[in-house]
């Protein structure tokens, strides 16, 4: 059996699917965001480096600046189809 749907007009239930929502994912999403902040480092180090611009470092990072994108949205997928779920009337 499902839960009733969150009344989120009232602060009580407002707050409630605030801390519902954080708890989706939270592990991926963190990742993500890490993936993203290490690519973008690994930009910066490759393009102030000094073995110039063609190296294998700015590639990787390019290609996990992609993968922790992807990581992202599919959070932001999942939580958005579990916010419908949720909040839509049965």
Do not use: C
């Not at 708890?23 to 890490?34: E, F, K, N, Y």
């Amino acid at each position: 059996m499902s839960q009733p749907p969150v009344d989120i007009g009232t602060p009580e239930g407002y707050a409630a699917h605030k801390a519902e929502m954080r708890r989706i994912m939270p592990v991926t999403q963190r990742v993500g965001l890490a993936i993203v902040a290490l690519s973008a480092l690994g930009l910066i180090v490759s393009r102030y480096g000094a073995h110039g611009i063609n190296t294998p470092l700015l590639y990787a990072s390019f290609a996990s600046l992609l993968v922790g994108w992807v990581i992202l949205a599919v959070v932001i997928i999942k939580r958005s189809a579990y916010h419908r779920r949720r909040t839509s009337p049965v």
